[in-house]
């Protein structure tokens, strides 16, 4: 066995194992956006001691000449052939910007969640009934398979009232003395990127507090496909996988409680909505079959199960509700979005996107549901990008280019990267004055020294290793956008925009025809319009029809909890959700390669 040394303290590896691998399996934080297969370039790490193998070809793309010399390397691609002491970079640990907010429409509230207290008729020497039997008396209904709750019963006796948990009509569980007063549920979105907790009060029908986090499940891989790589060829890799969110949930849960004086007991029921693949590694299913052909899940259905058996930490007797999906890729957050914007019952043309790492659409022809999704990759939340990053503080969101180049970071910061936005912004910029082509090739410098209009960039298009870049910052840290950078982005509009025109003619309407655009999710709502069309990603004839709303994956939990007939009816529009895959539409990659050129 040999050691791997990080700031004093020491872990035991068996040689063979690359670095990442090493890191990783003792959980020491480091990200791998392409989980490990060396294409990325973004597991940078300094190698202080220790005989490694030469830095390989694959390497070498990444890998600048000064970062060789300070022995910066990518550690998935790093074999320690003994004990090797190694330091982190500024390995993303910036605040993020977490998207927690979104549309909520007006619904009537009717909880599943209630309580119900009732005084104790104690058992008497002539009427000596047993504790089960006076329970079941005073509740008027039956005990099944209820041997948690027989246990409680000796404490609620030595009282003279006690408090009934129900679920819909179902007695989950009593507690001593009047606790009516104490009645919370919680919902969560699991994004593949981010995870979003909301503490609410069911007395009271209002959202109590929000807390998030960056999805702990990114360090193995950035996109659902490379998780489910991981959990199929990793050893124990859904275990780690399914540990972590259950660990993420967990640390939310307790903060929500702390921040609000809660007892974590006094929380009845969770509500999850995430995408399919997400939902199955919560469960510790296997999602292999979700990554290959035909692309079949192990479930879509609403499931309702205990949280203990999760090891959720709520009530001893809590529940865990989630929602329903529709296919391996319109999840049951995709549901949710449709719910809350009432796409089942518009009499309009709709059109719904929520945009990240997949884009799921879902297009109402006035009430009639039909869905698609398409694989946009991690570059448009800044991934796969050479001065990519997420939402942080210090990552470029804004850009503007003119007689100068006008950035904006997030907090106001110095720049250190830039995010989804950010890129988008740019390329939209270079788009609209022409220094990239139809084809996204950015022009030659020489070219734009001729052009009277925009000679004063051109000292910013940069050749290096027959490599060309677009530089935005120089100093104190170059920030560029690459050629291939634009390429990460051209494929995620490619496949959003193909999206679009495959949508409306399976649906035997036309771009014109479409009455609204709504976009959910992290990404979509730090987009301007103007940006959105610029890229391409939205048609311009869409450009006066755009509205943004948010967060509605958890939008759609909260409301589950707070309706019965909310949940009733997203059970119901995940049945009438049809979905089709692209790739069996005729005549859709030449569709794709058009939608390529800006």
Do not use: W
């Not at 390497?59 to 320690?80: A, G, H, Q």
């Not at 997030?410 to 939209?428: T, Y």
């Not at 920030?479 to 950078?485: A, P, R, Y």
């Amino acid at each position: 066995m040999s050691n791997l040394y990080v700031n004093d303290k020491s872990y035991e590896f068996e040689k063979g194992k690359n670095l990442l691998e090493i890191i990783q399996m003792n959980h020491l934080g480091m990200e791998s956006p392409c989980g490990g297969k060396g294409i990325c370039g973004k597991c940078k790490i300094k190698i202080l001691n220790g005989d490694i193998n030469n830095p390989t070809n694959e390497e070498l793309k990444f890998l600048t000449n000064e970062e060789i010399d300070n022995n910066i390397r990518l550690s998935c691609l790093v074999y320690p052939k003994g004990d090797i002491s190694i330091d982190f970079l500024d390995n993303d640990k910036k605040n993020h910007k977490i998207l927690t907010d979104g549309y909520m429409p007006e619904f009537n509230k009717s909880p599943f969640l209630s309580k119900k207290v009732y005084k104790i008729n104690k058992p008497t020497l002539e009427k000596n009934l047993s504790y089960e039997d006076i329970l079941i008396n005073t509740i008027e209904g039956k005990l099944k398979d209820k041997y948690t709750i027989l246990k409680y019963l000796p404490d609620i006796f030595e009282k003279d009232e006690f408090t009934a948990v129900y679920l819909d009509s179902e007695l989950i569980g009593i507690e001593n003395d009047d606790t009516s007063d104490k009645l919370y549920s919680l919902a969560i979105d699991i994004g593949t990127t981010t995870v979003v907790a909301s503490l609410i009060d069911i007395n009271s029908g209002y959202e109590v507090s929000c807390e998030s986090e960056i999805n702990p499940q990114k360090e193995y891989g950035l996109d659902v496909l490379s998780r489910i790589n991981f959990a199929k060829t990793k050893q124990n890799g859904l275990d780690i996988l399914h540990k972590i969110i259950i660990n993420c949930i967990n640390k939310l849960i307790e903060n929500l409680c702390q921040k609000n004086n809660i007892n974590k007991e006094n929380i009845y029921e969770v509500a999850v909505a995430a995408n399919t693949t997400m939902m199955h590694i919560l469960l510790g299913i296997s999602p292999s079959s979700i990554g290959k052909s035909p692309y079949s899940p192990v479930f879509v259905s609403s499931k309702n199960i205990s949280s203990s058996s999760l090891g959720i930490d709520i009530s001893t007797f809590g529940r865990v509700y989630l929602l329903p999906g529709v296919s391996s890729y319109i999840g049951a957050d995709i549901v949710a979005g449709v719910c809350v914007c009432d796409l089942h019952k518009a009499d309009k043309n709709i059109l719904f996107i929520d945009i990240g790492t997949n884009g799921e659409i879902v297009l109402s022809k006035k009430g009639e549901l039909t869905s698609c999704s398409c694989a946009a990759g991690p570059a448009l939340e800044g991934m796969n990008i050479s001065c990519g990053m997420r939402a942080g503080e210090g990552a470029i969101e804004n850009i503007k280019i003119g007689d100068t180049i006008q950035t904006k970071a997030i907090e106001d910061k110095d720049p250190i990267g830039i995010c989804g936005s950010g890129i988008v912004d740019a390329i939209s910029e270079l788009a609209r004055l022409k220094l990239i082509g139809k084809t996204g090739r950015i022009n030659k410098k020489s070219s734009v020294e001729c052009d009277e209009n925009l000679k004063h960039l051109s000292e910013c298009i940069v050749d290096e290793d027959k490599k060309r870049k677009f530089v935005l910052i120089k100093e104190p840290k170059e920030i560029s956008i690459t050629q291939e950078d634009i390429r990460q982005v051209q494929l995620a509009k490619g496949a959003i925009l193909s999206g679009f025109y495959t949508l409306v003619n399976e649906m035997n309407i036309e771009i014109n025809d479409l009455d609204e655009v709504i976009i959910a999710g992290q990404f979509g709502k730090h987009l301007s319009v103007e940006s959105l069309v610029g890229v391409g990603i939205i048609p311009k004839e869409l450009k006066e029809k755009v509205r943004y709303i948010g967060n509605s994956s958890k939008t759609g939990a909260v409301m589950t909890l707070l309706s019965k007939d909310i949940r009733n009816s997203m059970e119901n529009i995940a049945k009438d959700i049809n979905y089709f895959e692209l790739s069996t539409k005729e005549g859709y990659e030449r569709l794709f390669t058009d939608c390529l050129k800006f």
